[in-house]
């Protein structure tokens, strides 16, 4: 094909059926920038410098705090090394329990810019305490700082993620997840990093104290330069039982199976991350028989990686929320986890290698490159699954859906570490068939997931089919209307036309499909998951017609966007036909925005007519 297959878009607007301007529309103005770009908007720039230096703070602290503990806690400390760095990582994450509930809430009601700069001071001065408790060395209090730091994190995480639909365009949402996730794990990797080689520095309590005030006040700076968001539910009144809210809250949230399903996967996430985070040490020092400049390699290399994927999602998302790609991340981390098992053999060595060493053994590469392609898939994975909580709960209660998965995602790191001290420490199997188990146990729950909400799987194939058949490209989209009723008319070319449309539209679309296409193998998951109506002429079915025309209507009444083909078949010889009724119809039954849309490049592909039957 010498042209690559173009869907082009007009303007929303009233349209007489039997007239057909051939005058382009202007290019649209928006989407065509770069992701990065994002970082030299105001309406970003601030926010994401802001959360990534949160980020990097909370982990130089807890760090530093886990390896002062660690070496030294007896001294002062009446506990065991093993029982305090486990009572400091309870610490920090208990809070998420308590809170989220009143942080959702909050949230909702109060301006987020202003409530981040709030946030944002609560850290200058738990971290200028935090200060003056390493240069006393007052281990007791630093503990009870962690609890403060994870309070400070657990409300500032549903603004976070609340914040982005408010100040980035439909268009950019996945794109700014893409570039949050990365910080974040860029910021965990320098911060795990950074504080283990502060704190064991001459005098490393006291630069690490500096440090941490140093970043906190450049993230509070950061945030006064956030622009206003405003509050979508200011009039909602807070309910401060911690219990009954948080409770309320995941029974709000699984009332939208999607939602609540996202909210399980990202959960999930988390729990693989949690257990290849935790487990590395182990793994690289009983398995690899490598040091400690391996750990930080891998750690780097698994960072790498989800940054890398985060990114990768939106330049094959295509600017849109694309759930097709949330298999494609779970098949990845099910997959190379499987050859991380397999390839984790290395020959036995004396005592720990070197990196050198390691680097000179010969399965020294593939396993590094599972390392990365798992953080890959995780960012293929993961990105979606945030973008569709932010896109698809309402505004008024977005923070609260956010606060749910807070506390899902902090059950589920508690659940990782159950997991990991039962299986490893009282079943006593090994890291690698714990990973071959993790591996597994993905794969059982991807398949859950998607046969509950078979959109992933319909989506996941729409994008593989188009993507692996056609070069396609599309412009003027951001003409279809983000919400509310609209009716799309498209040219009929090929069998893939509705696909193509699916794949491209950032909104859900409902077609009205011929029935005897609507019926195809494949093609009928597809259209079923999608919703499309089936229709036949009055002549062979009447009732079927009346009841497509009932459904047409319901789904206008309902705020959604339908897209007919109005020649009502496939073109015979490459040009548009004459429309039939069907599209006066509708739109004299509900007159709703109408946007034509234009095929082009499909004439002569394998499903149409040129040279012969489909």
Not at 188 to 213: D, E, N
Not at 231 to 258: F, S
Not at 363 to 376: C, P, Q, T, W
Request: glycine share 8%.
């Amino acid at each position: 094909m010498d042209k690559p297959d173009t869907l082009a878009a007009a303007k929303a607007m009233p349209v007489d059926v039997n007239r057909c301007s051939d005058t382009p529309p202007p290019p649209s103005p928006s989407g065509r920038r770069g992701v990065v770009n994002l970082l030299a908007t105001r309406r970003f720039a601030p926010f994401f410098w802001t959360q990534f230096l949160g980020a990097l703070n909370d982990n130089i602290f807890k760090n530093a705090l886990m390896l002062l503990i660690a070496f030294q806690a007896g001294q002062t400390l009446a506990l065991a090394p093993d029982v305090v760095v486990n009572l400091a990582a309870g610490l920090f994450i208990l809070p998420f329990f308590l809170f989220s509930a009143t942080a959702g809430q909050i949230t909702d009601k109060t301006e987020k810019s202003v409530l981040i700069r709030r946030i944002k001071m609560a850290e200058v001065l738990i971290m200028t305490v935090a200060a003056i408790a390493f240069w006393t060395d007052s281990r007791g209090i630093l503990l009870g700082l962690l609890f403060l730091m994870g309070t400070q994190s657990a409300f500032f995480g549903p603004v976070k993620y609340s914040i982005m639909p408010d100040h980035l365009e439909s268009h950019e949402i996945v794109g700014g997840n893409a570039l949050v996730e990365m910080g974040t794990f860029v910021a965990i990797l320098m911060g795990t990093m950074g504080g283990g080689i502060l704190i064991q520095t001459t005098h490393g309590p006291r630069i690490t104290a500096t440090v941490v005030v140093g970043i906190a006040l450049a993230g509070w700076l950061a945030s006064r330069r956030i622009p206003a968001a405003a509050a979508h539910a200011p009039n909602l009144e807070i309910h401060w039982n911690i219990v009954g809210q948080t409770m309320k809250m995941l029974r709000d949230a699984r009332r939208e199976r999607p939602i609540f399903l996202s909210i399980l996967g990202i959960s999930w996430f988390w729990f693989l991350g949690a257990v290849y985070l935790t487990q590395l040490p182990g793994f690289t020092r009983d398995v690899l028989r490598g040091g400690e400049s391996l750990v930080t390699l891998l750690l780097t290399l698994f960072s790498v990686g989800v940054g890398v994927g985060s990114l990768l999602c939106e330049r094959l998302s295509d600017k849109k929320v694309e759930l097709g790609l949330v298999p494609l991340g779970s098949f990845g981390l099910s997959l190379f986890s499987l050859d991380l098992f397999w390839a984790c053999r290395l020959p036995a060595v004396d005592g720990l290698m070197t990196l050198q060493q390691f680097l000179h053994h010969p399965g020294a590469f593939r396993l590094m490159g599972d390392f990365i392609l798992i953080g890959v898939s995780g960012g293929l994975y993961i990105v979606p699954l945030f973008a569709l909580l932010q896109t698809r709960s309402h505004p008024r209660v977005r923070a609260r859906v956010i606060a749910a998965n807070n506390v899902m995602n902090a059950l589920f790191m508690v659940l990782a570490a159950i997991a990991g001290a039962f299986l490893l420490g009282v079943a006593g199997i090994s890291i690698p068939l714990f990973f071959l188990f993790l591996a597994l146990a993905n794969a059982a729950v991807a398949i859950y997931i998607y046969t509950l909400v078979p959109e992933f799987a319909m989506r996941f194939l729409v994008w593989a089919v188009t993507h692996a058949m056609y070069r396609f490209r599309h412009r003027d989209l951001d003409r279809i209307p983000e919400t509310g009723p609209v009716v799309l008319v498209c040219n009929h070319v090929s069998y893939m036309d509705a696909l193509l449309i699916i794949g491209a539209c950032r909104r859900p679309v409902r077609f009205v499909i011929d029935a005897r296409i609507y019926r195809m193998r494949l093609l009928n998951f597809i259209f079923r998951t999608a919703g499309a109506i089936p229709v036949a002429s009055g002549r062979d079915d009447p009732v079927m017609l009346k009841q497509a025309f009932d459904a047409i209507s319901a789904a206008l009444a309902a705020g959604e966007a339908v897209c007919i083909f109005p020649e009502g078949h496939l073109t015979r010889d490459g040009d548009v036909d004459r429309f039939r009724p069907g599209i006066e119809r509708m739109i004299a039954r509900d007159p709703v925005p109408v946007v034509p849309l234009a095929l082009k490049g499909l004439w002569g592909s394998f499903f149409s007519h040129r040279n012969g039957r489909a």
